[in-house]
Structure formats: C-alpha cells, structure tokens
C-alpha cells in the first residue's frame, strides 16, 4: 500500500535551516506530483509548495519563496523540504502530501507530520 | 492567488442534525474543490473532490455541491465522530489555497 513516512520532529534556533524528508513506498516514485502543507500550532493548513517529481519543477508559497526548497531523491525514493532563515512563526506541523492520481490533484495520501519548532 | 474564505469560523451542533459549510473563491475554480476533515492530532483526510464527489470509504451522509465561486459541504443526521475541523481547497492553480477552517463542535 501506499506509505508516506516523514522525518522526526526538529528544534531549530531563529535562523538555522531545517530539512525535512518524505520517504514513500508503494507507487512508482516520479508518478505523481508532491505538496508539503503547513500547520502552526492550533491554526489551519497552508500550502507550502510542490514537486514535480519527473521534472524536479517546483512551485512555492509566494511568501515563503526564497526560503524554502523541495527536493527529490529518485535513488531513495524520497522527498525533502528545507527552510532557510528560520523564524517563530515557521514552528508548525510539516506534512508531505501526493496527489492522488492522474489528473486528480486533490490530496490523497499524507505522511504523518513532522514537527518543527523555532524556539531561542 | 486565490483566495478561499469559510463561513462559519466555528459550527455548533447536536447528533443527528443536518449542517452546511460554505466555503467561496475569489475568482472562479469551475469545479475544481476539494473537502478535507481533520481530528485533532491527526492527519487531514478527503471527504469530497471535484466539489460534488464522494471520496470512496466516506459515509453517505457527506455531500458537497457548487460550482464556480461557491461551495457547500453538507453533513446530514451528524455523527459523534463528525466532530471536527473541515478544510475546503482549490487544486485549480497553484498556489492551492486552503480556506480557514470551521471546526465542528458539540452543542
């Protein structure tokens, strides 16, 4: 079955670079595109951006771009997002989220959340 | 970007009543909708894609309905285990906006 499995939860100082993975299993790795989604604590979602697996395109959050970067590992089958220049407010649940198929660009799979924390 | 605005921001209700979210764009998504449900310390899952379908496993009692700017998730004879926070998104282009939330509560 489909498994998208996430890195474990990091404490960053103001500043540092955090980098999260997404190891998936179950599909063909470049098949689908993937979305990483953010929660602050007790807030709702935010879309952080995507990749294109096949490409390594990507699309970002306009206010986050410049910071973040996603990535892919075809050997490995896994995906990455790092964020530069971390601040309080970046201290939020990381999800990986894939499409759920072919022209179905709703999310359907969803790794279980990384959290990250930005704390002096 | 498009934007997505939820009303309302929290929903009381009791077990067995009917209750509607509306969730509106700020330019037109044609059809392109997607509702998610969240429970505290979980992962979001789809109830409703493509505005009006049914994710299969989500019970009958969900539907969604709209097109263009304005949507709808109707939850008829509620649950207990309804309960939650829902999240409506468009897929259309990117960025893939969420609205804000509503968070289902017990009356």
Redo the contacts between chains.
């Keep these: 079955q489909v498994q998208l499995v996430q890195s474990g939860a990091e404490v960053k100082k103001p500043g540092a670079s955090v980098k999260v993975s997404c190891r998936v299993s179950g599909y063909t790795f470049t098949a689908y595109s993937m979305h990483w989604v953010r929660q602050a604590p007790g807030q709702g979602l935010e879309w952080v951006g995507m990749i294109n697996p096949n490409t390594s395109w990507t699309n970002s959050s306009e206010r986050l771009r410049g910071r973040v970067t996603m990535m892919r590992d075809t050997t490995t089958n896994t995906f990455y997002m790092e964020m530069s220049r971390l601040m309080s407010e970046d201290t939020a649940v990381y999800y990986c989220a894939r499409v759920n198929g072919d022209y179905q660009n709703w999310f359907g799979p969803w790794g279980q959340g990384t959290l990250v924390t930005v704390s002096s | 970007?498009i934007q997505m605005t939820q009303s309302p921001s929290t929903l009381s209700a009791s077990v067995g009543d009917t209750v509607t979210i509306t969730c509106r764009a700020s330019q037109s998504i044609v059809g392109?909708l997607?509702w998610?449900q969240?429970k505290p310390g979980k992962?979001?899952k789809?109830l409703i894609?493509?505005a009006s379908s049914l994710e299969s496993g989500v019970p009958s009692r969900f539907s969604g309905s709209g097109s263009g700017t304005e949507f709808t998730l109707t939850i008829s004879s509620l649950q207990p285990e309804d309960f939650a926070t829902y999240?409506c998104?468009h897929?259309i282009s990117?960025?893939?906006?969420?609205?804000?939330?509503t968070k289902l509560e017990i009356k």
């Design positions: 970007d392109w997607a998610y969240q992962v979001p789809v894609y493509k999240y998104q897929y990117y960025p893939y906006t969420f609205g804000q939330g």
